[in-house]
């Protein structure tokens, strides 16, 4: 049974969200956890024994594209078999509700969109999409599988360059208007969510005391303590999937 401290914090924090000019919201991996996709950094984040960390770089596409093109193509099959979950749903919901409202999530699958959020910041991009290394043109491909390594056909004779994933890789860069978009959102918030983040990706994890310097009251969704439950006014204990749609 749950504890009466557990259900005064949801009910205090369900009023600050009926009270709330602005909410901004980060989420991370934890929240499609429930959908069935691994986290990386979970129990079932491994592939054939690498980590993220070796795949998802500048560097190891370089050495070996076919290789870190297996690992999204294994990524990809993976989620388009899942679909958002109540935790995605109740955000959709939640930015119907509130006057201001920005979605940042540092995931790829495209599940917040898939889940009704409108114009949710990707800031690590989205599996979806593949970049050309040679012309540099973005577009949606969602072979399932991709012959890889996959090519460019843009253009007439196609352009044939190598593809990538619309991926922002460790030790790259995020899109200056995404952390502007985000940045903002944080300054002008007074409730900040931020819901299955371990909190050490950078610069994502700096976000909830940006959003509390500036005045919000930060309220961390996760089963598991974070990087940032010490940095936040409220941890709610447990799964995105069921504790979201129980602020609503
Ligand atoms: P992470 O793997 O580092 O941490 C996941 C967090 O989610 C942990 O704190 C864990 O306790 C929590 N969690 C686990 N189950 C949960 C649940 N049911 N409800 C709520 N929280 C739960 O993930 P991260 O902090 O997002 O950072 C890793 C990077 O991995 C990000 O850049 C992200 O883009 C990428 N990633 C994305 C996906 C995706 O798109 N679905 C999946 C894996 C990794």
Not at 18 to 31: K, M, P, Q
Not at 43 to 52: I, K, P, Q, S, V
Not at 137 to 151: F, K, L, M, T
Not at 158 to 175: D, M, N, Q
């Amino acid at each position: 049974m749950e504890s009466a401290g557990a259900m005064d914090s949801i009910e205090q924090v369900k009023r600050r969200i009926a009270a709330a000019r602005h909410v901004t919201v980060l989420t991370g991996a934890g929240i499609s956890a429930d959908s069935g996709i691994p986290t990386f950094r979970g129990e079932d984040g491994l592939w054939r024994d690498f980590r993220a960390e070796d795949l998802a770089t500048p560097e190891a596409f370089a050495r070996d594209p076919k290789l870190v093109w297996e690992w999204y193509d294994w990524r990809r099959g993976i989620i388009a078999s899942k679909s958002p979950n109540p935790g995605h749903r109740a955000l959709a919901g939640l930015e119907k509700k509130v006057p201001g409202f920005t979605l940042i999530t540092q995931n790829v699958d495209g599940f917040h969109a898939l889940a009704g959020s409108r114009d949710p910041i990707e800031l690590h991009g989205n599996i979806w999409k593949v970049r050309c290394t040679r012309c540099g043109e973005v577009s949606i491909n969602r072979d399932v599988p991709i012959p890889i390594p996959p090519h460019c056909e843009t253009g007439e004779p196609a352009c044939g360059g190598l593809l990538r994933p619309h991926i922002v890789w460790f030790g790259e860069a995020l899109f200056e208007s995404d952390i502007q978009a985000s940045m903002g959102a944080l300054q002008a918030c007074d409730l900040m969510l931020v819901v299955g983040t371990s909190g050490v990706v950078w610069p994502a994890a700096s976000f909830a005391p940006v959003a509390r310097s500036a005045g919000a009251y930060v309220v961390e969704v996760n089963p598991n303590p974070s990087a940032l439950s010490d940095q936040v006014d409220q941890v709610l204990q447990g799964r995105a999937s069921e504790v979201l749609p129980r602020l609503l």
